[in-house]
């Protein structure tokens, strides 16, 4: 039994990273139809930034060090982000393939660069010892830090919310998303949205690349392409532009995954690409999406 | 009128000129290490071609070619290294094998279209690369790959000085490649192609299944990339599961759309370009030649995906038909004002 | 001057010609009815003077050229539209759809106005638009283009798909919303258009084919050339 709970809570708490990445991607493809893969470098952005600030904060990091990691490199992956918004997808208004295709030139960039900076092997991560340390739930002992992932991952998902549902930008963007002409034929410029969105989605990849990256026992630019990939799939079975439907996806990914690989090692990755094969063929619009009009 | 008269006579010299060059050791193209880069870059360019037939010309974004490509490297090797048939019939099984499994695979994904019909390929093409990558039932050898045993094979392929070779297979591969596409390009089948990436409605308005074509198109490109993941297996000597990754699939993207997307040559064009690039890229940063430039600058230029990665975004953003786009407007500019 | 001035408008869409050199008025404070068979252009017309085509010639609003602006400043100029297909956003409550659509921060007037109009919207203030039926999602596509001070009304065909008595508690609506407004009416339903009415244009194949006065309407003929149907509402 405890085993269960340890395996399901390793499974949320890998869930609740793939949220952070999804999250962002799910609003950007609902709104403004960008395929966007330079997502990945806003989580490595993030990442590093927050790596760097840990760095500085001195080998001993407390809760409140390793928190402002997380925000400042939030913060920079965000304007990195608006960065790429306004000079490269602005631009390119409107042609969806075109703009998924600079995002993934930006995404080669970035690598390159962080790759050219720091090497590509893991640079151990400053974090709170007591992360390292296993709480008793139910009789399973889990790592501390996936309590810490769960933790942001709500947090996210409810300030998520209550962007969403008591701001008039939070007003537009869900409007937009079910139909961006009309939001238009409003007097609204729902481009304005779109910045916002970008900044949004970049800020929680860029906590997600500090998170990662702990998890992961190590910085470097080469772990952000898997988790793309898993925030695609997430996005996708959740339902393009729902963040509730990606937050599902993503716990239930997490879970399926980590209970795949206890089975047979390997095969977790296995099991989802073929979930998301059968999804995609018997309910494309994914668990909580719409059909887009 | 758009194509310049003197240009195929050109590429057939060109071809020749290929062909014979490596009998020559003097030449640069008589030395064994950039016949090999040429090889691997003909190999490329033609995959290059068979992902444009999908893209380019029938408007299907794929992100999982690779597994087509992987799929021809490791069933012939694996049929070669196990002795179960002759080395040209596990060439065929290989390519058809791939030719089975996009029939497959198609089937299913052509189900969706857009975003969605990418997001299937990429997860069959991730799942491709687990397969191999993990080492299921133990035949593909894992991480590692799989070693081509060099005593299943013809001896003209093996070592340094039958690299010209190699050099040869590549180039008769390319151009049996570029004249498959341009067979199907051209014909009738190729016409509805090219329509169904324009308007999809249209062509189902006069009747046309798109369904079907879409198929067809997504087959014959899946069966060349099999048949060209034998060429790889003996030009790089093993299997490996980098030639599954769906970082393969990006590159013959980038390479197309740096080519140019509606072009045949420019694909193939675009294909050599890129690997040429990235090879002697990787070459560059062994070299010394680097040491004066500041070490943040040298670092990033290093890696080969810096230049690519900003070739690319300039090409999206300002030359959206890439290189053989550039080279038709300018020759349109030159028509106009030879004409005015 | 004319609210609404229309000039040798062309339009192509996906390279089919639908826009011949449209040129017609529309006079301020008065509801214009656009008429003419189906396919003939009338929708469109519309969507380009709201800016979802682009088209050549010109379009004026008061004096003030619209023409190639983009569509959600053509909509800050002073055109509200009321689309074919309602378009009211489904995940969103009725509320919500209108408060999005409420420009600016003193629409309390504009507010008593529309509730007065369509008092199911205060009551069903908080259901989700997606669940209301087609006449109420109609009032709510209505009363978001009633929110803001408006130089025009674009409406498409209110009444489509409505049953007969939605069809009256519209037409009765409009006619109030008529009263204060300037307002062209894309509608297939004579009866609607002989009551609301004072300015009536027909087009056919593109081009406008008449201009004037809605007196024409009661001669069934007449009804019959340009129009194709025998009276009374299609």
Known sequence: MDTFILIGITGIGLGALYFLVASGLSLIYGLMGVLNFAHGSFLSVGAFVGYWVASQLGPDVNMPDFILAMIVGGLAAGGFALLIEQLLITRLYDRHIDQALVT???SLVVGAVLGGWFGNDLIMFPTPLWFLTAVNIGGAMIPAD?????????????????????????????????????????????????????????????????????????VSPLIAGSYLIYGFIVVVIGGMGSVPGS????????????????????????????????VLLIRPQGLLGKVRA | MLRWKYSRPLLALLLIVLAIAPMFTSLPLGKPGLQQTMAVAFIWGALALTYDLLFGFTGLLSFGHALYFATGVYVSCILINNEIVSWWLAAIIATVASGLLAALVGAASLRTTGITFAMVTLAFGEAGHVIVGRNFFNLTGGENGIALNADFVPQFWIGVFNTKFIYWTALLALIITYLVIWWVTESSAGRVFAALRDNEQRVQVLGLDTQRFKLLSFVISGTLAGMLGFVMLIAAGSAAPRFAESTVTIALLLMVVIGGAVTRWGAVLGGIFYSFASTRMQDLTQNDSLESIPEWIAGPIAEPALLLGLIFIFIVMFAPGGLSGAYYRLRMKALARKHS | MNALSVKDLHVKINESHILHGVTFEVPTNKVTALLGRNGVGKSTTLRTIMGFYEGTGSVELNGKQILGMQTHKIVQSGVAFVPEDREVFASLTVKENLSLAARSKDSADAYKFVYDLFPELDTRAAQQAGSLSGGQQQMVAIARALLNKNEILLVDEPTKGLAPKLVTEVAEALTKVAQHSTMLLVEQNLALVKRVAQHVIVMDQGRVVYQGGPENLNDDSWVHQMLGVSGGHK
């Open chain 1, 247 to 278: 937050f599902l996806a993503a716990m239930l990914i997490g879970v399926i995954r980590q209970f795949a690989n206890y089975y047979v090692t390997g095969l977790g990755d296995f099991v989802v690409v073929i979930l998301l094969a059968g």
């Open chain 1, 104 to 106: 993934v030139g930006v």
């Open chain 1, 146 to 218: 996936r309590i810490v992932y769960i933790a942001t991952a709500v947090l996210l998902l409810i300030a998520n919310w209550a962007l969403l549902k008591f701001t008039r930008i939070g007003l537009i963007i869900r409007a937009g998303v079910e139909n961006r002409n009309m939001v238009n034929a409003l007097g609204i410029n729902v481009r304005r949205a779109f910045s916002t969105v970008f900044f949004l989605g970049g800020f929680a990849a860029g906590v997600g690349g500090v998170l990662v990256s702990v998890y992961s026992n190590g």
